[in-house]
Structure formats: C-alpha cells, structure tokens
C-alpha cells in the first residue's frame, strides 16, 4: 500500500526569512556587531520591497533582478544621512563601499 505525500507549501514573509537566516549566521561564529549591521541593511532592503512591490511580496517572488533594482536605487539617491538620528541629510551620493558592503 503506498499513501501519496502532498508537499506543503511554506511561504515566507521577508521578515520571517531574514530571522531564520541570522541565527544561522551566529552557528557560524560571526560576530555579533556585524549580524546587527546586516540586520540593518536587510531591513532597508525589506522596506526597499514592501515599497515597490507591495506588502504582500515573499521570499519566494523574490528575483536576482530586485537585487540588482534596490543597488541602482541606492546608487542613484543623491542625498547621504537620510535617517540618520544624529547627522544632518547632506546632498551627496552614497559611497559605493556602502552600497556594496
């Protein structure tokens, strides 16, 4: 007797996604201070998708080529410090080692 399996879809919100990946990170041994920066940066990303692509937007509808929209977003902003709690905005671009950190 054989019984069929269904395989069940998990879908993860990007939130979600991004705190089951940075545990992972800790198993790892990475340092602490730079699991909080990527926090950050994957945060910005998050805001970044939910934006463009609305709220409802997944792990899974994720694409190389959001990648590659939100680093020309950061590219082409030309104003630095933007929410920063301490430091005013100031008109310049951002540094490309930011970008790409």
Do not use: S
């Not at 990170?25 to 920066?37: C, F, H």
């Amino acid at each position: 007797m054989t019984t069929k399996r269904t395989k069940e879809l998990i879908t993860l919100t990007l939130e979600n996604a991004i705190e089951q990946y940075l545990p992972t990170l800790a198993t790892e041994g990475k340092n602490p201070r730079y699991i909080t920066w990527l926090k950050e940066r994957l945060g910005y990303f998050t805001i970044f998708m939910h934006k463009t692509r609305g709220e409802n937007y997944t792990f899974q509808d994720m694409t190389i080529e959001d990648g590659r929209e939100f680093i020309r977003e950061l590219m082409e902003r030309d104003v630095k410090y933007r929410h920063h709690p301490l430091i005013k905005p100031t008109k310049r671009k951002l540094a490309i080692h930011y970008i790409h950190g």
